[in-house]
T-cell receptor, first 115, second 113 residues
Framework: AQKITQTQPGMFVQEKEAVTLDCTYDTSDPSYGLFWYKQPSSGEMIFLIYQGSYDQQNATEGRYSLNFQKARKSANLVISASQLGDSAMYFCAMREGDSSYKLIFGSGTRLLVRP | DSGVTQTPKHLITATGQRVTLRCSPR?????VYWYQQSLDQGLQFLIQYYNGEERAKGNILERFSAQQFPDLHSELNLSSLELGDSALYFCASSSSRGGTEAFFGQGTRLTVV
């Protein structure tokens, strides 16, 4: 069965430093997608980055990059040059196959950026 | 702004009541997904509709039902409400059955008292 594990309930990072949020996954489907979402205190879910299982290169979107290690089944999110506005909950999610957007979410990591 | 509109933003109701949550997807998006976010269960997929037809079902209770109308908006009906149904309910939409991203609405915060 699909499973997403985020082992860091909470993390601190100093402003302007980089931070890595961990995510491991488990699936038997060779085709899958991995997502990261940000949820600020206001509650909305903001899409950050996507990595497909067949993508050869790690995904990047501005200050966000996804460290995809397929053999280890990990998809860590790296945020460079942290900003105070990055303080939020971060969720890793997985979709099996490519015909649906049924996502399985991890339990989330709360990131707090210190000034 | 994701382009997905959910109404109402907040809803407070009593146990045993029935409520309807509404979602308007982004223009052109055919797929609508409903998710529930609660403190004890986290984020859970409930149900997906694609162009009016149910396509995938998750851990949706029998007291809950959904539909997608010809204009592609969707409604999630929650009946015989219990205290444990208090949660944030999200709607998301995407342009196809899959895709590389889906856009989430702001959510409807339901409080059952």
């Amino acid at each position: 069965a699909q499973k997403i594990t985020q082992t860091q309930p909470g993390m601190f990072v100093q402003e302007k430093e980089a931070v890595t949020l961990d995510c491991t996954y488990d699936t038997s489907d060779p085709s899958y997608g991995l997502f990261w979402y940000k949820q600020p205190s206001s509650g909305e879910m903001i899409f950050l980055i996507y990595q497909g299982s067949y993508d050869q290169q790690n995904a990047t979107e501005g200050r966000y990059s996804l460290n995809f290690q397929k053999a280890r089944k990990s998809a860590n999110l790296v945020i460079s040059a942290s900003q105070l506005g990055d303080s939020a909950m971060y969720f890793c999610a997985m979709r099996e196959g490519d015909s649906s957007y049924k996502l399985i979410f991890g339990s989330g990591t709360r990131l707090l950026v210190r000034p | 702004d994701s382009g997905v509109t959910q109404t109402p933003k907040h809803l407070i109701t009593a146990t045993g009541q029935r409520v309807t949550l509404r979602c308007s997807p982004r223009s052109g998006d055919l797929s609508v997904y409903w998710y529930q976010q609660s403190l004890d269960q986290g984020l859970q997929f409930l149900i997906q509709y694609y162009n009016g037809e149910e396509r995938a079902k998750g851990n949706i209770l029998e007291r809950f039902s959904a539909q997608q109308f010809p204009d592609l908006h969707s409604e999630l009906n929650l009946s015989s409400l219990e205290l444990g149904d208090s949660a944030l309910y999200f709607c998301a939409s995407s342009s196809s059955r899959g895709g590389t991203e889906a856009f989430f609405g702001q959510g409807t915060r339901l409080t059952v008292v």
